[in-house]
């Protein structure tokens, strides 16, 4: 799952061709280094579907304030360059599988 920052948001994210997970997540957040895992095993089921990036709030706090971030891990799904919903707080796999599949 590749790691993006300010300045690569912009492309990576709101011009994408297909949907985008973004996973805001931080270094010293426990919580997002247990759902880790989860989002890579996703970003492969997903593959074609959904492209995967996170976000270091403490790295990009501007893209964390930008779209209302106040808590770790905070899973964004973005369509068209413009977010349609969130998931705050680590959840079991097959939520996020569900979740997602819902919107993809």
């Not at 997903?46 to 501007?62: H, Q």
């Not at 996020?96 to 599949?101: A, K």
Request: glycine share 8%; net charge negative.
């Amino acid at each position: 799952m590749q790691q993006i920052n300010s300045e690569q948001f912009d492309n990576t994210v709101l011009e994408a061709a297909t949907p985008v997970l973004v996973d805001f997540t931080a270094t010293w957040c426990g919580p997002c280094q247990r759902l880790a895992p989860t989002l890579e095993t996703l970003s492969k089921e997903f593959e074609g579907k959904a492209t995967f990036v996170k976000v270091d709030i403490d790295e990009s706090p501007n893209l964390a304030e930008q779209y209302g971030v106040e808590g770790v891990p905070t899973l964004m799904l973005f369509k068209g360059g413009e977010p349609v919903d969130r998931m705050v707080g680590g959840a079991p796999k097959p939520a996020i599988s569900g979740w997602l599949s819902s919107h993809v």
